[in-house]
């Protein structure tokens, strides 16, 4: 028992409990005192009995579809823009990395980026663009660009001074300082940057999407909001949004796990060759090695000395 | 310095000589020449005040509600780290809820708060702003608590500290630069989710209101203008944090 009750789940179950109780105690009490309390706050099994009702909310979908099919729209735009974010960011930051004098004139402007509040500028871009499309994804890869850029810049900065000293030993080419040193230790905050820039990304999606009305879950939410709809579409659209944003958030996490097997606990343990252990072992056979030659030929210096 | 000046001049040319506006197929109807923006920010400056007023008011009690919040979770974490951990879990999960979710709820929540429309909806914005800032205070000050330097650890032990007086002369003011750490995400990211929470408010006024009414009504200068407003208000307040950190690290900087 005790076991259980120190695992990190069971906790997080336990708050989850919590929550959902607290939640049913303030529904029954709307519920008592309230006119409309679906409005307000409604008990946790109407909302769960809301998506798997079979009545149609419109023309053509019950409540489940309609959720599921613009979310399906509002995912694949976030998920457009944000993977340009990614890429965008990523080369800015091995641009910065690159050239100091990249670095100078883009950083201050990354930081100002952080204050220009992008979300809010969404319907004049929408109107600078024309395209709710264009300006949708355009939004999502802003909001995504500044972390990706800032926590990769990061991470090519904490590689610490032995490393290039070691590489400079080796007489590696740039390339390979880069390509062994620097992508593969910046990949923890590169990672670390997208799980902070893919909530983001979708929240961006959804808010464009309430601008105009071409389906997506903003545009749903909205409508149902205005009592176009059921308002249980609305409450629907709170829950699959919030899911939606954690499940984002620890999508990324499965990504690193999978680009980065070394980092997968399982494996720890079974492989020791964790990519820091395997450079540093072939760091020491490469020393070893360069060790051997120097002796050789200092070795060899002597004999042809006598 | 000389770099990032050259480049922000640049910049200003390209948007005064309408070259910008070529590049994003645009006219200045929809992004106005920076003369007009400053003029209408000139016309209007009580109007842009009082807005922003209402904004930053909203921002700053969120984030400080929200930090305090964040804060106390994090202690309360570390006292009961059993339960604490899935606590920590659950609170970093609202940093995932989109805004635009969490503000129209709120502003169901709190309709009886207050009889005043401008109250009410500012309680549901500053609910809103601290939800958010209290999950990324919490992650971090929890880091700030627990990751103090070992041997300091060790010496609290060897010394017979209390647990108690470990949490004040060690864990607390270990935390310090990772609430910074909190605040520089945190500053900006409530002036952005108040300014969002204020599309969905009833109240109307702030600034994210203004821009979407200007917006509504094609004043796309007047709405440029509170854009440039919400720039200006989130540098400062970013400004103000870096001297607060600036005097506080240096106070705490070793004496030599």
Redesign the interface.
Known sequence: MKKI??K?????????VV?AVIWEIAASFVAATKRGPE???PHLYQIIGAAFSTQKVNQTMTASQLVLSSTATTVFRAALGFAIGVVTGFILAFLMKLSG?VE??A???LM?I????????A??IL????SINVSRIMIAAILTFYPVATNTLEGFKSVEKEKYELMASYAAKKRSLYTKVLIPQCMPYFFTGMKISA?MA??AA??VD?LQGDGGL?CV?SQS?RHAMSIYV?WL??FF??F???I??KLMGWLEILCTPQKRPSLRKKRPGSSEETLKRKEIKVCTREKSRFGKRFHRAEVSGQ | ML??V??GILLIVLWQTKILHAI???DTF??PLLGRINGVIADNFSTIMANTGVTVQVALLGLLIGSIAGYLIAVLVVIFP??????L??TS?F????????A??MN??T?DTSNVVSVRSAVSKIIVVALVCMANMSINAYRGLTEVKPFSEDLMKALAASRWKMFIKLRIPNSVPYIFTALKVGV?SS??TT??SE?FAEYLMG??RQ??EN?LMAQ?AA??AY?VT??VV??SL?AVLMIIHAIVMKKRAPRS
């Open positions: 009750v120190q990190k789940w069971f906790s997080i179950l336990f708050w989850v929550l409005n307000i706050l004098a100078k004139i950083f201050p402007y100002l952080q204050m220009i509040p992008i979300l809010g500028m319907p004049i109107s600078i663009t024309g909530p979708i929240t959804i808010l309430t903003g939410l909001l609305f659209i709170v949004s919030a939606l944003g954690i984002s958030w | 770099y990032p050259l480049f994003l197929h645009t929809t992004l059993t339960l604490g951990k899935g606590a879990a659950v999960v940093t995932a809820i989109p805004i635009v979710a969490l129209p709820v169901n929540w309709k900006p002036i952005i300014i969002v599309y600034i994210g821009i979407k917006i796309y709405a440029w854009i919400a720039c989130g540098i970013y």
